[in-house]
């Protein structure tokens, strides 16, 4: 009996452990003013170093829909940002826990501002990041600290929570210059990000 109960005990233990472990390891994604990011709320994307571009945008890459995450050249007017953790309960984005994001506002092609991973760039094989809710696995992304700097991020792709056993092509975002615009895509160099807490305003995004 007292084996039992030992036994028991121990494996409780492990368990409360696992769990521990499991919470560490997905640490709140943190703003630049050291609050987690919640669900909900808006921010905006910014390039921890300057000179790495301005805020996230929509871009018009071509003048025809859909429009593409990208950023502007300069470091005013980005588009902020609403998170969707994966998990329904889930109110705070955790590193390495997948979630969907979209741009405030609406655009001129009537369609959601969700990102998704889109089609691949001929040149540079590398993936676009595009906009449109496919309520599938290219919507869905996830955070990771970048090199273990404070607050600094990388956006990724790898939607595991959705299919453990997928084998998926994971990959980090980056920027990719195709006729004087910024566009984000995977397959590349990442881009250490920060994520600012914007005014609480109405936001419309229309692009022309």
Not at 19 to 28: G, H, R
Not at 67 to 82: A, K, L, M, T, W
Not at 102 to 114: D, E, I, K, R
Request: aromatic share 12%; charged share 20%; glycine share 8%.
């Amino acid at each position: 009996m007292k084996n039992l109960i030992f036994s028991l005990s121990c494996i409780w233990l492990v368990i409360a452990m696992a769990a521990t472990a499991q919470e560490e390891s997905n640490s709140p994604v943190l703003d630049t003013s050291g609050q987690p990011l919640q669900r909900g709320v808006e921010y905006y994307i910014k390039p921890a170093a300057t000179e790495m571009g301005g805020p996230f945008t929509l871009i018009d890459r071509n003048g025809f829909c859909p429009f593409y995450v990208g950023q502007r050249n300069v470091s005013v007017d980005g588009i902020p940002v609403s998170f969707s953790p994966f998990e329904e309960e889930e109110s705070t984005v955790r590193e390495g826990k997948n979630f969907k994001v979209a741009f405030s506002g609406a655009t001129t092609c009537v369609q959601s501002t969700t990102w998704k991973v889109g089609e691949t760039e001929p040149r540079t094989q590398r993936r676009l990041i595009a906009t449109g809710d496919n309520a599938g696995y290219i919507n869905y992304f996830y955070i990771n600290k970048y090199e273990e700097f404070e607050n600094i991020y990388s956006i990724q792709w790898c939607p595991t929570e959705l299919c453990p056993t997928c084998k998926f092509i994971c990959g980090a975002f980056g920027s990719l210059f195709e006729n004087g615009k910024r566009l984000a895509a995977l397959d590349g160099s990442a881009l250490g990000v920060v994520f600012e807490r914007a005014e609480v305003l109405p936001w419309i995004a229309l692009i022309i």
